[in-house]
């Protein structure tokens, strides 16, 4: 996974909506949001002062997502930050970010995309309190990274359409309608992150499709239109979001749509 232009990109769009969440995490520069700065506008520019931690400090990183252990020989990629035009962005600091998110649960909802994240920022916390005592656990396909010291726990939840899939009579079914999982698995977050996005467009059937079928509007279908299917699991997540959220608790960012990280 190293030298693709594909995965490139995909590493700075990660990089940048890290950027973002943790920025707007930390009420970055009260002023000049509220003065409209737009985050969306500025550049990458080098900086020799990052990575802002190194994958051998880090024991948290997968090994698939690991490119110095897998053999990438150039570094350049890690020394960027991205810079918006019109304000500043200080550098990220661990142990301010955990102070302000003390007695806080944060939960990345999603595919790889979101895998990225939530494994950049765990060690950018990590390598801030090397020191400090720390669990973690994996439950199916629930990942928790906590630190106890400061009752802070930043999780996982792998899921790459959001909507049910279910194993019925017929076979696995895509239910574009249905977000059980949802009440019993997102619930009680003081932060959520969603994305989704690759595996309603990119996937092929008996490769790497893990449905047989979808539902969709109380009928039975072996396939559609696949943007068409995008929208209506996206309204439905919108849905579940506008009637089991409240904004007043928990903040919600969805990621938007990447560029293709894989060949």
């Known amino acids: 996974m190293g030298n693709n232009n594909g995965f490139l990109i ?3 769009h990660v990089s940048f909506a890290l950027v973002v969440l943790i920025s707007c995490l930390h009420e ?4 000049e949001l509220k003065g409209g700065c737009d985050f969306f506008q500025g550049s990458w520019v080098e900086d020799d002062t990052y990575p802002l931690y190194n994958n051998s400090s880090c024991p948290f990183i997968l090994q698939g997502f690991d ?3 897998n053999g990438r020989l150039d570094e350049l ?3 960027y930050r991205w810079n918006p035009t019109a304000c500043s962005l200080p550098r990220f600091n661990g142990e301010d970010f955990l102070r302000r998110m003390k007695g806080k649960k944060l939960l990345f909802v999603g595919d790889s995309i979101s895998l990225n994240m939530w494994q950049s920022l765990t060690c950018m916390v990590h390598v801030a309190v090397p ?3 720390y669990t973690f656990t994996r439950h199916g396909n629930l990942s928790t990274f906590a630190l106890p010291d400061f009752d802070i ?7 790459v359409y959001l909507v049910d899939v279910v194993k019925e009579e017929i076979g696995t079914v895509l239910k574009l309608d249905s977000i059980e999982n949802g009440n019993y698995s997102w619930k009680g977050y003081d932060v959520l992150i969603f994305n989704t996005w690759h595996w309603w467009v990119h996937t092929v059937k008996g490769k790497n499709q893990p449905w047989e079928f979808i539902e969709s509007g109380g009928k039975i279908l072996k396939d559609m239109d696949r943007l068409a299917a995008f929208k209506e699991g996206l309204t439905t997540w919108s849905k579940w979001v506008d009637s089991n959220v409240d904004p007043h608790t928990t903040q919600v960012f969805f990621q938007g749509i990447s560029p293709v990280h894989y060949e």
């Open 10 to 12: 995909s590493f700075s």
């Open 28 to 31: 970055v520069e009260l002023s």
């Open 67 to 69: 490119c110095q252990a």
């Open 77 to 79: 990629y890690l020394k």
């Open 131 to 133: 020191q400090s005592n």
């Open 153 to 159: 726990s930043l999780e996982l939840s792998h899921n």
